[in-house]
């Protein structure tokens, strides 16, 4: 379940890029979108509040999680060698969701999935920088520097918004 929201209202990129007419919404609303993609790329981080599930072929030593910051790890599930989707109690494995990357240790020995699946284990995991279910309280909470980084991609964006030719030296 991807974010509902973004980090940003239209009205406070609007006033960063000192626009008060509503013609180009559409365009700054796509740039937002953008933007905010590539500080998630870059950065390895979630913004708002938004559930993944990560799927594995195997079991690996720890499982390492793909993004941060991780609010909980809601279930690791995996095909038992029936083929029937099981979950696997949570005292079963440790999970410190303050350490980045956020990793899953296992207590014990870990079950048997069946071999003919690609998606052996799915972890459900919540990521975010606030487990609120406001959008304004997910909004503030995302820090100040990767909200000023998106200002300043969408600035470029909507200051250059034809294509840029390189010159071959």
Known sequence: TPAADNCLTSTEVKLYLKEDQSANDSLIATQLDAAEAMVEAYTNRKLMKAVYDFKLSAWPKSIVLPASPVISVDSVKYYDGSNVLQTWASSNYFVNVSSEPTVIEY???????????????????????????????????????????????????????????????
């Open 107 to 169: 207590i014990d020995s870990v079950p048997d999935t069946y071999e003919d699946r690609q998606d052996r284990i799915i972890v459900q995991f919540t990521v975010g920088y606030s487990s609120s279910a406001t959008t304004t309280t997910q909004q503030a909470a995302v820090p100040g520097a990767l909200k000023q980084s998106i200002l300043r991609l969408i600035g470029d964006l909507y200051a250059v918004r034809q294509d840029q030719v390189r010159e071959k030296f």
